[in-house]
Nanobody, 121 residues
Framework: QVQLVESGGGVVQPGGSLRLSCAASGFTFSSYDMSWVRQAPGKGPEWVSGINRDDSSTIYADSVKGRFTISRDNAKNTLYLQMNSLKPEDTALYYC??????????????WGQGTQVTVSS
């Protein structure tokens, strides 16, 4: 079955960096666009970034543009999110998710369990 397992979260000071990873299994990873989504305490999910299946195109929410970089390694079935210049408002549970083919970005059918990112001094 489809499995998405995130890792790499933690506590970091404002201005710091973290790199999240998502190990995918149970499906042909290279056939799907993938995204990162986050959910802050008391708020709804926020789509953060997406990457198409062959790594030729990426897209970002305005809130993270210029600070976060999404990437993937199809040989390793792994999705990444490099987060730089972190701000307290980036504090959230971060999920990787599989995009449904031919739907708009942010339409996802499988999510991982999430990894917590806390930005605090």
């Amino acid at each position: 079955q489809v499995q998405l397992v995130e890792s790499g979260g933690g506590v970091v000071q404002p201005g710091g960096s973290l790199r999240l990873s998502c190990a995918a299994s149970g499906f042909t990873f290279s056939s799907y666009d993938m995204s990162w989504v986050r959910q802050a305490p008391g708020k709804g999910p926020e789509w953060v970034s997406g990457i198409n299946r062959d790594d030729s195109s990426t897209i970002y929410a305005d809130s993270v543009k210029g600070r976060f970089t999404i990437s993937r390694d199809n040989a390793k079935n792994t999705l990444y999110l490099q987060m730089n210049s972190l701000k307290p408002e980036d504090t959230a549970l971060y999920y990787c998710a599989r995009e449904i083919p031919r739907y708009d970005w942010g339409t996802m059918d499988y999510w991982g369990q999430g990894t917590q990112v806390t930005v605090s001094s």
